[in-house]
């Protein structure tokens, strides 16, 4: 894969060729769910879209550090209360039976999407001594200010100190940011409505707590990645990653939390996904705009005519760019059921091929591999999934071509037909994730078969001894469960 890999740096806005800090390995940062109620589908495509990128990344051959952390502690509802603390509550559970039970659905749900895991995956609550020392580090080098047991980050003395960098990354002024700025009943005693609490002062009803040289207390939120980023990546580390509504505070936060500290901004590039619309509109639980991921995977909503095999749903994702919006509809997932449908039976078509040509540079052989080098070369154009399956559908109507003689299998030999078969291969499934459902369901199949044949020759004895009523029920329980029999000359046949 000769190009090179470039990426759209929120930081910069503007594209640019990818040179990490060390040659041939990759720090990536992405940060994680806050564990104290289900995942969202938003989320998932957030987390699909780099694990995406990770897996290019590993393709092109980096050594990867993925860094995914779990938040369970410092998030802040809009009234100030703990959002663990509020899951606690409406849970009736302890604050970290919250953040086990919600962290299991949450990795339940990574698998199903098939999405790997990361190299390491912190927790803010184990890490409490690493932002306590940050906090200190910051106040020392006068960028915070304590009042009453909490610890402020001043915005103004950072900027002052920075240039007025305070926005780089949003893009907006510091008027604006402090506009935006919410005001939490707990952060009264800040000396501007533009800072922010690194650590907060923890009442005596506050479930987390712990002791700091302030003390009792908890962290901010935004704290946790500056300073796990920093203990597993470095003060200076390659990409920093998470959804678009993080650009502001999170992450313009996390970058002064970390100047302030460590006199480096983090990340040198930062990636942001978009948002998941559906039906056109934001997803909202008020207006009753909104489906869970299980409700996909079920069909058990109306937004919905039928359940979605998760695959087809990451492969729907996969058809718009990271950055860009992504409207969900029940039209467009019926679309990307068949478009998958479509490529998986060409890629089962490309098994059976078998070349015929001998010379090394055959015409189909040389189209097929320039084909497939433009969808690696869309892939290095910003992680451009919608425009890589592009490509390799152009490729999926060569295939096909093959198989109905209308390409010659004279025009292609063995040795270039192998490479093909792997390069395709790993763009699809190592690069893409998704799954070769005749692979790794073979033993399942086979499995389903076996267990059909015994049914199907259980009816068959049931129409022997004309016992119709026990027929017609097998017949009925399996059309419910989606599979259809369909009696003939030869016996009974089954379908899904």
């Known amino acids: 894969m000769p190009s090179e890999l470039t990426l759209y740096n929120t930081l910069t806005r503007t594209k640019e060729v990818f040179q990490p800090l060390v040659a041939g390995h990759v720090g990536l940062y992405v940060c994680g769910p806050t564990v104290y109620n289900p995942v969202h589908l938003g989320n998932c495509r957030t987390f699909v879209s780099f694990d995406v990128i990770y897996r290019y990344l590993i393709t092109k051959g980096y050594k990867v550090r993925y860094v995914r952390n779990i938040t369970d502690v410092g998030h802040l509802t809009d009234d100030g209360e703990d959002r663990m603390s509020r899951g606690a509550r409406l849970e009736q559970l302890e604050p970290m039976e919250v953040a086990q039970k919600f962290s299991n659905q949450f990795h339940d749900m990574m698998r199903t999407f098939n999405a790997l895991p990361p190299s390491i995956e912190p927790r803010a609550t184990g890490h409490i001594i690493e932002q306590i020392e940050m906090v200190r580090e910051i106040l020392d080098n006068g960028y915070a200010y304590e009042v009453n047991g909490s610890v402020y980050f ?23 940011l402090m506009a935006e700025s919410r005001e939490l009943k707990s952060q009264r005693d800040k000396r501007n409505p533009s800072d922010f609490a690194i650590w907060m002062n923890a009442s005596d009803d506050h479930i987390l707590r712990w002791d700091s040289p302030w003390g009792a207390g908890f962290p901010g939120w935004h ?32 970058i002064a939390q970390n100047v302030g500290a460590c006199d480096h901004g983090g990340a040198r590039y930062w990636l942001h996904t978009n948002m998941l619309l559906m039906n056109g509109k934001k997803m909202s639980k008020s207006d009753g705009n909104t489906i869970s991921p299980e409700e996909l995977f079920s069909g058990d909503s109306d937004h919905v005519s039928e359940g979605y095999d998760p695959m087809v749903v990451r492969f729907f994702m996969l058809q718009s760019h990271y950055r860009s919006t992504l409207d969900l509809s029940d039209e467009a997932l019926q679309a990307a059921k068949k478009g998958y449908q479509r490529l998986l039976e060409a890629w089962t078509i490309l098994q059976d091929l078998e070349a015929t040509g001998s010379a090394q540079n055959g015409t189909v052989g040389k189209e097929l591999a320039a084909g497939l080098e433009a969808a690696y070369a869309e892939m290095d154009d910003d992680f451009n ?8 559908f152009e490729l999926v109507s060569r295939i096909n071509a093959l198989k109905g003689g209308q390409l010659s299998l004279d025009e292609i030999s063995a040795e270039q037909l192998g490479r093909f078969r792997k390069g395709l291969g790993t763009l699809l499934f190592d690069v893409l994730g998704l799954r070769d459902q005749a692979a790794s369901g073979g033993a399942e199949q086979e499995a389903l078969d076996k267990v059909m044949q015994i049914i199907l020759d259980i009816r068959a004895q049931a129409r022997a001894d004309k016992d119709w009523s026990l027929s017609d029920k097998l017949r009925d329980a399996l059309q419910d469960a989606g599979i259809t029999v369909k009696d003939g000359k030869k016996g009974a046949t089954w379908s899904i």
Request: aromatic content about 8%; hydrophobic content about 25%.
């Open 154 to 176: 001043d915005v103004e003395a950072y900027n002052k100190a920075n240039d007025e960098r305070y926005g780089e990354l949003s893009g907006r002024r510091i008027e604006e």
């Open 223 to 254: 704290l946790e990645c500056s300073a796990m980023s920093t203990k597993y990546l470095g003060p200076q580390f390659d990409i920093h990653g998470g959804g678009n509504d993080l650009k502001f505070p999170h992450h313009e936060n996390e």
């Open 385 to 392: 999934t919608p425009k890589a399956l592009a490509r390799v």
